[in-house]
């Protein structure tokens, strides 16, 4: 007979500057994975907006706030745009690989110049190497370091361009990290492409989303998630299609009254 299913215990951070619009406060609700029902927690609870950091689920949890919304694309109805058509055959001469999640020194090296030309001042710029091997090995669910490189010469593996963190589900590839190449001789549209790789592998797979974290409505830095359609994000009602609901962001579904609704959240997913 297997062990009961435990309800797991939520703790929320203290409120800290919001990384995505000046002027607000963010804060957290996260709870840990561990335990046998590592795998089915995560899911669960990514179905209803929390994103899986190491071996903790967290989703924002802002007093005054409800701007982060998760979003999804629906892999197997996916309609490329031409500039996706583009990046699709720009780079597909990359060769890609689903790595266990080991970090490498390669990978590090990637990341740093990666977060250097990107987000100088961000939250992971002071990341080591014990910090990023804490990224990437520390996790409970089926996850890999998807790689791309150039194309191999000679039997040798070519250069790294780019990687993504990211973890498969039952319903779909959930994208953890994603960095690539940034220098002035570096492939243009990297980062549209790997989300592309992504949708393309989850529709080949027959997984049906490809969840790509939260989207900040008027944070340029977040903007370029709604280029991929059709798009799902997360409201009160569930999902629901993006290009259905208009522009203003939905109520935060984590926002409930009681414990008892945010159980019968969990058992519904």
Known sequence: MSAPFRFPKFFVTNPSPCPYLPGKVERKVFTELGGRHGTELNEALGRIGFRRSQSV????????CSACVS?????????????HRKLLKRHGDLEVTACKPWTTEEQYSLLRRYLAARHPGGGMAEMDEGDFADMVEQTP?????????????DGRPGRLVGACLSD?????????????????????????YIIL????????????????????????????KTSFKPLERLGRDGWR???????????????????RERKRLLIDA
């Open 57 to 64: 689920a967290y989703r924002p949890s802002c007093i005054d």
């Open 71 to 83: 979003v999804r694309v629906l892999a197997t109805e996916f309609q490329p745009t031409v500039t």
């Open 141 to 153: 669910v089926r996850t890999f370091v998807i790689e791309y490189r150039e194309p191999s010469v």
């Open 168 to 192: 498969q589900q039952s319903d779909g590839l959930s994208m953890i990290y994603s960095f690539f190449d940034p220098g002035p001789d570096a492939r243009k549209g990297l980062g549209t």
């Open 197 to 224: 790789d992504h949708i393309v592998r989850a529709a080949r797979a027959n997984l049906p989303y490809v969840y790509l974290g939260y989207w900040v409505e008027g944070s340029p830095r977040m903007a370029y």
């Open 241 to 259: 299609r993006m290009d259905e609901l208009g522009g203003a962001a939905p109520a935060d579904p984590f926002s409930l009254p009681n414990r």
